[in-house]
């Protein structure tokens, strides 16, 4: 994969996938780093933003993930997948805020 960046790092599509590839053996930092490449190269990458998101999510960066799955919703509106992860978050993220007023 990083033959094929230094060829055309231009194309989201290679960034893309080594962020897929460093995200199964939980290698998050350089994962976030190429989804946000591949979303820079193309801004409505709705697919980077859902993975990026749920590593947000798997770190506890909450707030990060529900901003993901919403752009990952508003790039692509039939997403079966974003919409139940962000339901998910932001039900859990209200609980949480509830039970640290009480």
Known sequence: MNNAINLKPEDKIY???????YAKPCQYQPAIKDYNQAIRL??????????????Y???????????????????????????PWRG???????KYQRAVRL
């Open 15 to 21: 960034y893309y996938n080594r962020g897929v590839a």
């Open 42 to 55: 193309k801004p409505d990458y709705a697919e980077a933003f859902y993975n990026r998101g749920t590593i």
């Open 57 to 83: 999510s798997e770190i506890g960066q909450y707030q990060r993930a529900i901003k993901d799955f919403n752009e990952a919703i508003r790039c692509r509106p039939d997403d079966a997948e974003a919409l």
């Open 88 to 94: 998910l978050l932001m039900t859990n993220l209200d």
